[in-house]
């Protein structure tokens, strides 16, 4: 059985979400959707309680299948949902996938993305075994950037349009983890 929480300490704690949790997930994204919506086209505010419902249903179902694996970055405190990692787009054959992250507003700047980061490529190497992780982040999203170098991510440079983003495709800076950097 693959682990469901990946770091935990006195205030923080990265694991799954369950679908009871929709209500908090979806409080999360609500009120990041200025922010987080500025880079993913998902973030919206037309985003529902049904959206987050789906959404980890979803995560579950993957996670059983072992195609993608998300956590959620929680407040022991009071519970509160304040962000989100995965490991998404897994390439058995070459051992490699995306690592994505997203921190509610109110909590960025105190080193969660990057906590949550460090977690989920220490779930990646050791408990599924991938040798490469790929963190690609928009062109213009410097506090995305900050986060994949505090992580200890190695710059690979600016990849035209590799991403697309309502519609248009954009560049994007790749970042690479390979095991040795942690």
């Given at each position: 059985m693959?682990?469901?929480?990946?770091?935990?300490?006195?205030?923080?704690?990265?694991r799954?979400?369950?679908?009871?949790?929709?209500?908090?997930?979806?409080?999360?994204?609500?009120?990041?959707?200025?922010?987080?919506?500025?880079?993913?086209?998902?973030?919206?505010?037309?985003?529902?309680?049904?959206?987050?419902?789906?959404?980890?249903?979803?995560?579950?179902?993957?996670?059983?299948?072992?195609?993608?694996?998300?956590?959620?970055?929680?407040?022991?405190?009071?519970?509160?949902?304040?962000?989100?990692?995965?490991?998404?787009?897994?390439?058995?054959?070459?051992?490699?996938?995306?690592?994505?992250?997203?921190?509610?507003?109110?909590?960025?700047?105190?080193?969660?993305?990057?906590?949550?980061?460090?977690?989920?490529?220490?779930?990646?190497?050791?408990?599924?075994?991938?040798?490469?992780?790929?963190?690609?982040v928009?062109?213009?999203?410097?506090?995305?950037?900050?986060v994949?170098?505090k992580?200890?991510?190695?710059?690979?440079?600016?990849?035209?349009?590799?991403?697309?983003?309502?519609?248009?495709?954009?560049?994007?800076?790749?970042?690479?983890?390979?095991?040795?950097?942690?």
């Open positions: 693959l682990t469901r929480q990946i770091y935990q300490d006195e205030e923080i704690e990265i799954v979400a369950t679908e009871l949790e929709a209500i908090t997930h979806f409080a999360a994204v609500q009120a990041s959707v200025a922010e987080i919506g500025a880079w993913e086209s998902w973030c919206t505010d037309k985003y529902s309680p049904d959206d987050s419902r789906k959404y980890l249903t979803d995560s579950e179902q993957k996670r059983h299948r072992r195609a993608e694996f998300n956590f959620c970055v929680f407040e022991r405190s009071g519970g509160n949902l304040i962000g989100s990692v995965g490991i998404n787009r897994i390439v058995q054959e070459y051992k490699f996938s995306n690592l994505g992250y997203w921190i509610r507003t109110g909590y960025t700047g105190r080193g969660l993305a990057t906590l949550a980061v460090k977690a989920a490529a220490r779930f990646a190497f050791t408990e599924l075994e991938l040798t490469r992780l790929e963190i690609v928009m062109d213009g999203n410097e506090s995305s950037r900050r994949a170098e992580a200890g991510a190695t710059s690979e440079g600016l990849h035209r349009n590799r991403l697309y983003y309502h519609g248009q495709p954009r560049d994007a800076w790749m970042y690479s983890l390979i095991p040795g950097d942690l």
